[in-house]
């Protein structure tokens, strides 16, 4: 994962978080990470809760940690989201990563089920990989990538392998698709709201 973009990503999400739900008393969040996202969220939001879920026992921990201070509102799930009961209730979903990989029927679910679980007006932010349009503009921007990757710290054969499960990747849906399948799930509004190369952050207003 390009952690460049998916941190790049979870700046515009908190950024349009605090703009699009100021006043927002519950947060759900989809694979949190390591709470970086949560942090910046209860600051930009304050008096909001915030549930997350993290597979990863590891990133967990290191949520737990970061957390640990924000308060009593704060609710950290080690599970994986897809097989959890989200609950319902939310005034705010994110996900900075958690949308990344899934295949197209999980992602379909997965949206329907944040649906039900946000209240009439809330809004669902996420990153998502998205196919790009331009096979030739795709490979000039995958030199960028790169270039960035390299910067990160990563080996030649780290970089490679990562451009290559880029390239790879199956079931990628276009822009349009991904905002095609927002109002399938009952999204009254969406929008496309940032994107740098193959990555996007997609607003749903329910």
């Known amino acids: 994962m390009n952690l460049w973009m998916t941190t790049e990503a979870a700046g515009v999400i908190a950024t349009l978080a605090a703009d699009l739900a100021p006043k927002a008393r519950r947060i759900l969040e989809l694979q949190c990470g390591d709470g970086s996202l949560a942090a910046r969220l209860l600051k930009l939001i304050p008096g909001a809760t915030w549930k997350g879920y993290e597979s990863d ?27 959890a009961s989200l609950g319902n209730g939310f005034d705010l979903a994110v996900s900075a990563s958690g ?58 054969e780290a970089v490679e392998r990562e451009i290559k499960e880029e390239v790879e990747r199956k079931g990628l849906w276009s822009v349009e698709e991904e905002l095609y399948r927002l109002r399938k799930a009952a999204f009254r509004e969406v929008d496309l709201a940032w994107k740098c190369w193959d990555r996007a952050v997609f607003a749903g207003l329910k």
Request: charged fraction near 25%; glycine fraction near 8%; charge should be negative.
């Open 99 to 156: 949308l990344l990989g899934l295949s197209p029927e999980e992602k379909e679910r997965i949206l329907v089920h944040v649906h039900h679980a946000l209240l009439p007006g809330g809004a669902l932010l996420f990153a998502d990989a998205v196919r790009p349009p331009s096979a030739g503009i795709a490979a000039a921007y995958r030199l960028l990538e790169r270039e960035e990757l390299h910067a990160q710290g990563l080996s030649r």
């Open 57 to 83: 026992p590891d990133l967990a921990e290191r949520a737990a940690a970061q957390l640990e201070f924000m308060g009593s509102g704060v609710s950290l799930v080690q599970e994986d989201f897809r097989r």
